[in-house]
């Protein structure tokens, strides 16, 4: 059975940090691209970082030099080091986890963060 655990959501002043953290079993991580997307309210799920199983990057623009995906293959987990955080990065963050055979395959449950004075 896949799971993709997400953590480290909550509630954060403009300009504050959050880590978020997705735990992965029943997957051979290694061999699975990973990335973080975000949902607010009323909005589609859009993609906020990746990482590949070689380890490359890539962000959304709206994050690009606050947000930094990394990922610990003896852990199995992928983080989301969120700096700088604004109000409009208020939204469900997800973890989502694919292979090139089948892309995109597994999410999890959500995290909440709230960006907000």
């Known amino acids: 059975q896949v799971q993709l655990v997400e953590s480290g959501g909550g509630l954060v002043q403009p300009g504050g940090s959050l880590r978020l953290s997705c735990a992965a079993s029943?997957?051979?991580?290694?061999?699975?691209?990973m990335g973080w997307y975000h949902q607010a309210p009323g909005k589609e799920r859009e993609l906020v970082a990746v990482?590949?199983?070689?380890?490359?990057?890539n962000y959304a623009d709206s994050v690009k030099g606050r947000f930094t995906i990394s990922r610990d293959n003896a852990l199995n987990t992928v983080y989301l080091q969120m700096d700088s955080l604004k109000p409009e990065d208020t939204a469900v963050y997800y973890c989502?986890?694919?292979?090139?055979?089948?892309?995109?395959?597994?999410w999890g449950q959500g995290t909440q963060v709230t960006v907000s004075s």
């Open positions: 990482i590949t199983r070689g380890g490359s990057t």
């Open positions: 989502n986890g694919g292979t090139i055979g089948s892309p995109g395959a597994y």
């Open positions: 029943g997957i051979i991580f290694i061999i699975y691209n």
